[in-house]
C-alpha cells in the first residue's frame, strides 16, 4: 500500500511526502509485514534514467570537454571537432533529460529540484556563449587597423569561464540529485554517499590533469629539434621566399628558425585572429614567449604560451629558414660580466661544451646576419624565454678595434685595423648586451645576478646556474640594397643597429683606402 501527506497541515492540498507499507494477514487473522522490498517499490524509473545520463553527460562527457580543449592539443583540430560536437550533443541531451523529470514547481522544498533548475537554464546560456565563440571567430573577419581587445578573444573568455562553472556546478547538481535519491526517495539508502563520492572523484580528476599540465609547462624545457615530425615536409625558406610566400596569400610567419602556416589555425586562436593576422610574414616568437605584446594598453599583459601552445606550432611546421637548420638549445655558462652603464652589462656565455659547431662568431661578416637573434632561458626556470639580438660591436676586441678605426677616419689619419676580427672565425662563447629590468624571475635579472664560471670553456661547478642558447635565427633586418631606410629604436633596441653602422663604418673606411674587405 502506498500513502502520502502535506507536512504540518491537515489541510487538502499537494502532498509532499509519501511512502509504501506491507502487511500479510493469514487465516487466523495475525497480521506481520508483507516481506516486500520497500526500496524496490520506491525505485522511479524515470528518476533513475535521468541520473545515469546526466551523470554520464557531466562527469565522463565533462571530462571529455575539459580534456579535449585544455589539456589535449598536439591534434588541435580533431580535438576542436569533437569539443564542439561533444558539446551540442552534451547540451542537447540535457534539455531532454531534464524536461522529461522537469518540476518547475519549486514549493516542494527540494534543494536539488531548485539547483536543477538554476543549472538548466545556465547550461544553456553557456552553451551558446560556445556557439557564440566559434560562430564570431569564424565569421568575424578581424582586420580592424588596430585594436586593444578583439571580440573573438572577450568572446572566447566568457565562454571560457562560463564552461567552467557549468562543469563545477553540474557535478554539485549530481552530487545533490544522488542524495535526494537515494535519501529522500529511497528513504535513506546507504548510496547516498555516493553523490559526495562522484563530486570528490570529478575534482580530483581535474585537479590531476591541472597538475601535469602546470607541472610540464614549469618544468618542460620546450625545444623543437630540429629532426623533430614532419621533417620530411619541410623546405628552405630564405627570407625573400617567404616574403614571396606572404605577397602571394600564404598565411606564413617564423618562430624561431621555423616557418609554420597559420591557414588552419586563425579562426581557432584562443587570442583571436587579430594577433595572428598582424604578424602575418613576422616573426611571433617574442609574443608567443610572453616578452611584448602588439598593442599596448593597461588592461593587457603579454602572455606566455604553454608547452601545450607549443604542441600546435609543432603540427603547423612546414620549412625552416634557410642555413638555420641546425641550430639547437645548446648549454651556456656566464663567465664574463662587463657593465655598459648602471644596469645593462655585456656578458660572454661560454659553451659547456666546448668541441660544438654553434655558428658562433665574434664578428659576422654577412650582413643579412644583423638583426638575428638568440633564444636564451635559464634550467632553472625554462618557462621563461627571451630574445637578444647579435650585436657584434660590444665585443671586447671587436669594440676597441672599431673606435680606433673611427676616430682615424674622424681625424682622417691611417689606422692599422686589425682585420683578423673581419675573418669570421668560429667560437664556442657569444656576447650579449642586455638590461636588467630588476622583475621577479625576469631572466635579465637571472643573468645579472648569476655566478660567473671559472674560465671560458670550463664545465664550472654544480651550483653555477646553466643557461640555454639557440641560435643564431630569424630574419634580420632584411635591408635592401637600394633607397632609404629609417630606424626606430629606443633603450637596449639601438644595439640592433650598432653592427649596422659598425659594418658601414667599415666599408666605407676601406673604400676611401681604396683596399679591399679582408
Known sequence: MSYAYKSGTANFMK????????????????????GLDVKELLRNEDYEQHGLWMWGLWFVCGLGLLVTKRYVKKHWMSMQMIHSLLGMFVMIATIIFAMKVADFDLSDG?????????????????????????SVKKFYSGDKSWSVQEKGEIVGKIHRYAGYIMLLLGNITLATGIGHYFNDILAGDSRKSLGPLSLLTFVLLVAIFETIYRLRNRYSLRQIK???SQKSKRRNFTAEDLDHAVQSGQKLCMYDNLVIDLADYIDLHPGGKFNLKH????????????????????????????????????????????????????KFRIFDKRPVNSDTSTFTFAAVKANQSLNLKSWYNDPSMIGRHFIVYSDKAPQVKRQYTICSAMNRNVKTALMELAQSVTDKKDCDFDYKIMLGQDQTSIDLTLKNYTVKDGLATR????????????????????????????????????GEHVAFCA?????????LVAHLLVVNAFQATGKGLP
Not at 605584446?293 to 634557410?322: E, F, Q, R
Open 15 to 34: 502532498h509532499d511526502s509519501r511512502g509504501v507499507w506491507s502487511l500479510a494477514i493469514d487465516r487466523g487473522g495475525v497480521i506481520s509485514d508483507g
Open 110 to 134: 527540494s534543494f536539488h529540484n531548485y539547483l536543477g533548475t538554476v543549472f538548466l537554464f545556465i547550461s544553456i546560456l553557456g552553451s551558446l556563449t560556445g556557439f557564440m565563440a566559434s
Open 226 to 228: 630540429t629532426d623533430e
Open 279 to 330: 604578424n602575418i610574414g613576422r616573426d611571433i616568437t617574442k609574443f608567443f614567449n610572453g616578452a611584448y605584446i602588439l598593442v599596448n594598453d593597461k588592461k593587457n599583459k603579454p602572455h606566455t604560451h604553454s608547452a601545450a601552445a607549443l604542441d600546435i606550432i609543432k603540427s603547423m611546421i612546414i620549412g625552416v629558414l634557410d642555413g638555420q637548420a641546425h641550430a639547437s638549445d645548446e
Open 447 to 482: 643573468i645579472h645576478s648569476a655566478p660567473l664560471s671559472d674560465k671560458e670553456g670550463s664545465t664550472g661547478k654544480d651550483s653555477d646556474e646553466t643557461f640555454y642558447i639557440k641560435g643564431p635565427m630569424g630574419a634580420g633586418l632584411c635591408m635592401q640594397q637600394a
Open 491 to 499: 633603450g637596449t633596441g639601438a644595439l640592433v643597429f650598432l653592427d
